[in-house]
């Protein structure tokens, strides 16, 4: 029988944040409301807060593309999650937003879409075994300087190997600063590392309440961040590191179990994040302070 000693390293220092490094309960499948009634117009002038250029405009479009395109790809990978397949009823979608009147444009009478704001979006899927199948989303602009455009991303598996197609066009560094578009705004750069490092304590926590230890290896935990919007990945130094889009991520324990404490770090590589460094521990204590970002 395991003395109360051999507990209290792993378990008790850590009661004070997720619950310690105790068995992990599964959470309830999420429920899923039904989507709010469309609202069919005609699209609403875009805004802009300092340029009235058609320039300024036009990024503007791109940038609420992006956002609707990324939110129906996150929608599909927690279906896929629970369901182990993509899906062509848009219902089990995500609503894009809609314009800041509470608009969207109309869409088709007798085909399947999702209406945004100055887009709509068509889903199809193909193949049909979760190794074997992708799913497309089609975003097509209405009216006004939208009228024309269109983008598709295609996300998925083909022999159990992902593939992901994205938009050139559709670059995120473009739609962070000042230049809003329709919908909920971006999360910092810096929010990236973040979000990750939480969901890297809570992989290492689950995993010590299985094993009654923690790991360097981030793959052992079950960690592996989301890469950028077309697929690609930071470069690693080594295989210590994990990479994500912009960060590259690594775990290190000190001690023997039980007695262990571990240290997790988030290095920018990329773009506004270069040379940035978040460091989070085993009790929850950052550095530089939490930035406050959701997991």
């Known amino acids: 029988m395991r003395s109360l000693s051999s507990w209290s390293t792993c378990l008790v220092p850590a009661l004070v944040v997720l619950g310690g490094c105790e068995r992990q309960e599964e959470r309830p499948a999420p429920t899923r409301s039904a989507p709010a009634p469309v609202k069919a117009s005609t699209p609403a002038p875009i805004a802009p807060s300092q340029s009235t250029t058609e320039q300024e405009l036009r990024e503007r479009l791109r940038c609420e593309a992006l956002l609707g395109l990324s939110g129906l790809l996150a929608g599909q990978q927690e ?15 995500p609503t894009p937003a809609a314009c800041t009147d509470g608009s969207r444009v109309p869409t088709p009478p007798d085909e399947a879409w999702l ?3 100055h887009f709509r979006y068509a889903v199809s899927v193909a193949g049909s075994t979760p190794n074997d199948s992708t799913f497309s989303v089609r975003a097509v602009g209405v009216g006004g300087l939208a009228e024309g455009l269109t983008y598709t991303l295609t996300h998925g598996y083909s022999d159990g190997k992902t593939v992901r197609v994205w938009p050139s066009e559709l670059v995120l560094e473009d739609c962070h600063g000042v230049r809003r578009p329709e919908g909920t705004p971006l999360p910092a750069p810096l929010c990236e590392g973040a979000s990750n490092l939480k969901a ?3 992989a290492e926590k689950s995993y010590c309440g299985e094993k009654d230890r923690y790991s360097e290896s981030a793959a052992q935990v079950g960690f592996l961040p989301e890469p950028c919007l077309d697929g690609s990945r930071a470069p690693v130094p080594d295989d210590t590191w994990t990479a994500g889009c912009r960060f590259i991520y690594r775990a ?7 007695e262990q404490t571990f240290l997790l770090t988030a290095l920018g590589v990329s773009g506004a994040v270069v040379d940035r460094k978040l460091t989070l521990d085993s009790q929850y204590a950052w550095s530089p302070a939490d930035p406050g970002c959701a997991p």
């Open 252 to 258: 290190e324990v000190s001690g023997t179990a039980p």
């Open 200 to 202: 890297l304590f809570t």
């Open 115 to 117: 209406a945004g704001c």
């Open 79 to 93: 279906y896929f999650g629970e369901k182990d397949a993509w899906t062509a009823d848009v219902t089990r979608l």
